[in-house]
């Protein structure tokens, strides 16, 4: 039996450098990052007298390219790591994969493994969706594996013997649930005796794209006003960290009801409200954070970013959370009383990796050779 197994491919626009990978999502495990391996083809004619270079690029646009006037930028790029690919070290300090045993066993002695790898850190691949009416590359964070010849590592690299393929450090479900969300408030009225207590409890905290949200609300009056209108709705928080004022919320889905309203009182009430956060409407809501988007590849909306220390955060990232939020509204002179319940909102880790039999055969992806100067890089794809 052969087993088929997908290749990543991209050449140089001079055919003298060729990238090989395996995959393009990387899995951020929040304490290590899994190692970033692929394969470089050279022409030794070429790279007699030079030297091959790979590394890892991540570019955070903080705005829009229409702005930038007059030698204003709103583009930085962060070198992660880098390693010498060619001439090859003596003594390689890691295994290979079995996908690069069989593309060097297949491709021959031209063909060089490289690792890289990127520090525990660093952001993760986070887009903010443009308006309809904007143009240019979107604001968020980036990655891509790039490879050039050169004399050094800091060298300026040239369009013709550049390669630069784009990648994405994303995080999966972890494996273990936490705790059940539950939360309790209660508001006193000034001149007016009792309190209204309102009780929200959701039947997990790790919810899966896709899934629906199940909001159990518990609402008990023991004042005397009346709660006229209920309110929920999922919160899509986020925060670019550069920036001092640099969080905002989205509302991805919400619903009011006045089922079961007015709740005179002393009147109790027990309501489960089904939310589901999609991206499916909201393709042209302007600064939605999407997860990173591959090309020829759909996305969805960003995955939480969970942190090992929520203290110790990567200046040039951007964090994203999810929440619910229920608002009880008590008329114009009882005000309202609302809850918050966070939850985390995922990818699973099933199904992402297929492994590589020994008799098996490469499925090679190509991607286009024309590159185009970005600043000091070029296009990825």
Request: hydrophobic letters at 35%; aromatic letters at 8%.
């Amino acid at each position: 039996m052969v087993y088929n197994f997908k290749v990543f491919k991209k050449c140089s626009p001079n055919g003298k450098l060729t990238l090989y990978m395996g995959k393009r999502d990387f899995v951020d495990h929040i304490s290590y990052v899994e190692p970033i391996d692929g394969i470089v083809v050279v022409d030794e004619e070429y790279v007699r007298d030079r030297r091959v270079f790979a590394q890892v690029v991540c570019t955070f646009r903080y705005g829009r390219e229409e702005d930038e006037v007059m030698g204003l930028s709103f583009y930085k790029e962060l070198y992660l790591a880098s390693e010498q690919v060619y001439p090859p070290l003596e003594k390689r300090p890691y295994e290979l994969t079995r996908m690069q045993e069989r593309l060097v066993k297949k491709l021959g002695n031209c063909a060089i493994p490289f690792r890289l790898t990127l520090p525990a850190g660093a952001p993760g691949s986070v887009t903010l969706q443009p308006g309809l009416e904007e143009e240019g590359e979107p604001c968020g964070v980036q990655y891509y594996v790039k490879l050039f010849a050169g004399e050094t590592e800091i060298d300026r690299t040239h369009r013709r013997s550049t390669v630069a393929l784009g990648i994405r450090k994303v995080q999966y479900a972890p494996d273990k649930p936490g705790p059940q969300p539950c939360t309790l408030v209660r508001k006193d009225f000034v001149l007016s005796p009792g309190q209204l207590e309102l009780e929200l409890t959701l039947d997990k905290q790790l919810y899966i794209h896709g899934e629906t949200v199940a909001v159990n609300i518990s609402i008990r009056n023991h004042s005397n006003k009346v709660v006229k209108k209920i309110k929920a709705s999922i919160l899509q928080s986020v925060d670019i960290v550069l920036f001092q004022n640099g969080q905002y919320r989205n509302v991805v889905t919400g619903v009011e009801t006045q089922d079961g309203c007015p709740l005179q009182p002393g009147a109790n009430m027990q309501k489960v409200v089904q939310l589901r956060p999609t991206l499916g409407a909201l393709r042209d809501r302007r600064g939605l954070a999407l997860d990173a988007q591959l090309k020829r590849q759909e996305t969805t909306l960003a995955s939480t970013t969970l942190l090992l220390d929520p203290e110790q955060r990567d200046a040039f990232g951007i964090v994203v959370s999810y929440s619910v939020k229920v608002k009880l509204y008590l008329g114009a002179l009882g005000g309202e009383l609302s809850a918050e319940l966070p939850f985390i909102l995922m990818h699973p880790k099933e199904g992402r990796n297929k492994l590589i039999q020994a008799d098996s055969e490469a499925d090679v992806e190509m991607f286009r050779q024309d590159t185009v100067l970005h600043q000091e890089s070029v296009e990825v794809y």
